[in-house]
Structure formats: C-alpha cells, structure tokens
C-alpha cells in the first residue's frame, strides 16, 4: 500500500462506527503507534510526551512515533537525524523487540479468542475472518468493539479497527479510523469509499507509480477507475494495470490465511562509523544471534539455514549461506555459524551494516534435537531459555553481563528490520 498518511481521518456518517456492517466479515486491526505505546505503557511518566523508538545513531531510523510526536511531522521510516531537527525535544528511546514480541503475543490471543482465523502481518497488525463468530460475539462491528475494549482493558494499548468485506477496504478503513478508531465501511458503500481516495491508497502504489499515475491525470482511485486499461498499462505494465483496476473496482477475493508462516527471522546493525576492528564486528555478530534466538523461540520456531548479510562501506552488500545439521532456535549456535562465515568471507574492508537470519524455519515441537559430541545434556538452549523467561518478567537489560551477549555497546545503532 501507499502512503497511509495521506488518509483522511474519517467522519462520514456513512461510514461511521453504527453503519451497516451486515456484509462485512472482514476486519482489519493495527495497533497505535505499537512500539512508542509499548514503552509508554512501562514508563507511564512519557504520557503525553512525543516519543520516538528507533536507531538513536545518526545513521538510524524511526520504528514507531507516538501521536505527540506525528504532530512535529515525525514518521516511521524517517531517519532519527530528521526527527529530532523536527522534534529536538521528543524522547528518543532504542526499540526493544523482546517486549514488543511479548506484547503482540498477548494481542494476538485476545484475537484468537474471539475467532481462530487470524492473519498476522506483523507484530502488530492483522486480518480477522469472524463471520462463524456472530453467533457468539454478535455483528462485525459488535466484534471489532469488543476487541478493542480487552485491549484496552487486559493490555493498556489501543488499536484502531476496519471493518470491511474485503481484506484491501478493511485495511483502508482502519487507516483511516485511526487514532483508536472504528470504521465500517458497508458493502455496498466501497466504491463512495475508495473513488476520493488518493491514487497512492492502493496496494503496490509507491511513490514512482503514483507519479506516474498522475502525470497521466490520475490523482484519485476514481480517476484510476475510469481510465483505460491501455492508458494504464502504458504506465505500469499489464500485471500492474490488471491489479489496480480490480482494487479499484472494490475487487479483492483473498481469503484471510491463519496458517500463514513466518519464513525466516532476522535482526540487522547498520554502525554509527563504518567498522573495520574484527572485535566490534563478532561483538555486533553476537548481539544479533542472541536477538534472533530470543524472537526464534518466542515464535516457537527452529531453522536450518543461517545467513550472514555484509554491506561495505560503498554500498555493496554481500550474502553468505549455511546450513546445519539439525534446525535450531540457539542464539550460540547461530552466532559460531555467522562468525565462521564472516571469517570466510574476510572482507578486509570497512563495514557499514551487518545482518543475521535463520531461515529454513518449522515448529519446535517435534523437531530432533541432536547433541553434539561432548555437550552437556542441559547447555545453552536451557541457559537462553532462562534468560528469555528473566526478560519477559523484568526486561532484558536486566540481564546484563550474565547473558550470552555481555554489555550491550551502546555507540552501535541498532535497526532491526520490522516484522
């Protein structure tokens, strides 16, 4: 999808939380401002105070900005240089991943209990099918309510929710319900709905599209809707023309998938300074397999592949693959598997950006788990194990110099991407 920002808050009464959402099974839930919240919750002296989550370096860049901060024009994907020429004063704070995994978990189960088909896209947002659970919960938008009560309730966060007869509107309208919003846009109202919309709402519209589009004319998904398919497919190409047509006619038959699987997991560092000492480098290599293990168990996930993602100080970026024995979900093992790789490739230039990713990835339960020859029955998965469960119950950096990884380095800005 396009530039979201570019919605209008809603506050037509046709599409209003009490509209007619008896052909709409569809909703679309995302949390607000879900990184900023999370931290608010735990610090709740940041009330009312722009905060910013993201690399705090000056090569870093914005996760997640509260609403007080949004006010100033700081966004996600923003670089935190950027921000804080626009909001010096907001509070700047480093993501972390392990209470947010611990949060989207806890969202998640509040949507599983209402109906087992959920669609995650990310820690948080996701697609919900509830139209077995009207016996139950009562109407789509009865539902979407109740959602957003227990999570305001059980969890101290909002969402905002659209709810919609299709994946594509139901998005659109929780987009434009937010802040901690309902929005019900009614089947036969999608098409009043979408032709206002700026061209770059829909889905595979980016910014050199959407310049495209209206360089022919077409600034609106109502513009887009009546122009020829030829005149479309002259900007963007016959697979692309076919798509915006049918989105712009309100068509979208994807069904919600809640068997939909991660297929890899993955943390990243891009440094302050480009890097040349072998030291920093296995210490920021360390740091992300340890990040990678926690998310792997907390997915409950295993993988037999580990990567290594180098990017030189000129930009170019070079891969290296491989893949073990048995799947693990172990920060060591991942972490001995990157630095013999790293060590391979031998670089011997300065360095801007590591990565770390387990791919290959299937459930835990029933998975083999061989031990290596010498290795103590109970080593380092047990040990990790232990210091996931200390970091759900009083954060990890309480952990400190115990854990696999030792004091963090904090000149590094870390900027994992986002789930």
């Not at 990790?384 to 200390?390: K, Q, R, S, T």
Request: hydrophobic letters at 40%.
């Amino acid at each position: 999808m396009g530039r979201s920002q570019s919605l209008p808050r809603g506050g037509d009464p046709r599409f209003g939380p009490d509209a007619d959402d008896s052909g709409c099974p569809i909703l679309h839930v995302d949390m607000d401002a879900f990184f900023a919240s999370v931290e608010v919750r735990r610090r709740p002296e940041l009330r009312g105070r722009p905060v910013v989550v993201g690399g705090i370096g000056p090569r870093g860049v914005v996760s997640s900005a509260s609403y007080e901060a949004r006010r100033y024009g700081v966004r996600s994907a923003m670089p935190t240089a950027r921000a804080r020429a626009l909001c010096p004063h907001a509070v700047y704070l480093p993501p972390d991943f392990p209470q947010y995994s611990a949060a989207s978990r806890a969202v998640m189960r509040i949507f599983r209990d209402v109906t087992p088909l959920v669609e995650p896209l990310s820690l948080d947002e996701a697609f919900l099918d509830v139209a077995g659970a009207r016996r139950l919960f009562g109407s789509p938008a009865e539902i979407a309510r109740l959602i957003r009560g227990r999570v305001a309730e059980e969890q101290r966060l909002s969402c905002s929710v659209g709810v919609a007869p299709s994946k594509f509107v139901a998005k659109l309208g929780s987009t434009r319900a937010k802040p901690d919003g309902l929005l019900v846009v009614p089947a036969d109202r999608v098409l009043d709905f979408l032709h206002p919309l700026p061209v770059d709402a829909l889905w595979g519209v980016g910014e050199r599209s959407a310049e495209a589009l209206r360089r022919l004319g077409l600034a609106t998904i109502g513009d887009l809707a009546e122009a020829s398919h030829g005149m479309l497919r002259r900007a963007v190409g016959e697979a692309s023309a076919h798509h915006l047509r049918e989105l712009a006619a309100g068509r979208d038959p994807r069904a919600v998938s809640p068997e939909q699987v991660e297929k890899s997991i993955g943390a990243e560092v891009t440094f302050d300074v480009d890097v040349v000492d072998p030291v920093e480098i296995r210490r920021s290599l360390l740091a992300l397999s340890e990040k990678v293990g926690a998310r792997l168990r907390g997915a409950g996930q295993a993988g037999r592949t580990v990567s290594l993602k180098v990017r030189l100080s000129d930009f170019r970026t070079v891969s290296r693959s491989r893949t073990v024995g048995t799947p693990t979900d172990v920060a060591r093992e991942i972490f001995d598997t990157a630095w013999a790789l790293f060590t391979a490739l031998d670089p011997g230039e300065p360095i801007r950006l590591v990565g770390v990713r387990v791919e290959g990835l299937a459930g835990v339960t029933g998975t083999p788990r061989q031990l290596t020859l010498g290795e103590p029955e109970r080593g380092w998965r047990e040990a990790e194990a232990a210091a996931d469960a200390a970091a759900a119950r009083f954060g990890r950096s309480v952990i400190g110099p115990a854990s696999l990884l030792g004091r963090r380095d904090h000149r590094r800005n870390e900027n994992p991407p986002r789930p």
